[in-house]
């Protein structure tokens, strides 16, 4: 998730994206092979997804409330 923290001080936020793993091991990966399945899947290659991260980055722009509103 991003964070844009505005000139005005208001947040905004950008919504959520996935960004696609494309290891081997990972079983969410379109590269992942449709042959690796069972025990030995679960022992060597990634099961779940990670946490989402988090950024927030400052802008030195009003928010686009704020331009709408007139504030320059």
Not at 23 to 33: A, D, E, R, V
Not at 45 to 71: F, H, I, L
Request: hydrophobic letters at 20%; a positive charge; glycine letters at 6%.
């Amino acid at each position: 998730m991003l964070t844009y923290v505005h000139r005005c001080n208001h947040g905004v936020t950008s919504p959520d994206e996935l960004i696609q793993c494309f290891g081997t091991k990972c079983i969410f990966s379109p590269n992942h092979p449709r042959s690796c399945t069972g025990a030995e899947c679960k022992k060597r290659c990634w099961q779940y997804r990670s946490a989402p991260q988090q950024y927030t980055e400052e802008k030195q722009a009003y928010c686009p409330n704020c331009v709408a509103a007139g504030y320059h």
